[in-house]
């Protein structure tokens, strides 16, 4: 089993920076890959970005593309989620998860196995 416990979310205003941390714990060395996702209410669940554990090859939403930026720090079996140029269309709960499968970079939340309890972002117009 994986655990994942996400942090940094917060109140912003538009135009405003957050970084997300997700630290990892348990198996952690069976991770191939972790990701963001977003939900805002009354909406399904929102791919955001990935990350593979070895490579660190990074996949990103269009929408958030040259905005966010994910990282990780396999010492500290951490991922982080910098967003920047935030606006109010990103107000979500969003979350970590892990892969321990073999997906490259996968981007469907049903190809991941383990995930946060979220961490709430709103963004202020």
């Known amino acids: 089993q994986v655990q994942l416990v996400e942090s940094g979310g917060g109140l912003v205003q538009a135009g405003g920076s957050l970084r997300l941390s997700c630290a990892a714990s348990?198996?952690?060395?069976?991770?191939?890959?972790m990701g963001w996702f977003r939900q805002a209410p009354g909406k399904e669940r929102e791919f955001v970005a990935a990350?593979?554990?070895?490579?660190?090859?990074?996949r990103y939403a269009d929408s958030v593309k040259g905005r966010f930026t994910i990282s990780k720090d396999n010492a500290k079996n951490t991922v982080y989620l910098q967003m920047n140029s935030l606006m109010p269309e990103d107000t979500a709960v969003y979350f970590c998860?892990?892969?321990?499968?073999?997906?490259?970079?996968?981007?469907?939340?049903?190809?991941?196995?383990?995930w946060g309890q979220g961490t709430q972002v709103t963004v202020s117009s």
């Open positions: 990350i593979n554990w070895s490579g660190g090859a990074t």
């Open positions: 998860a892990a892969d321990d499968g073999s997906w490259w970079i996968p981007s469907r939340s049903d190809q991941y196995d383990y």
């Open positions: 348990g198996r952690t060395r069976s991770i191939y890959g």
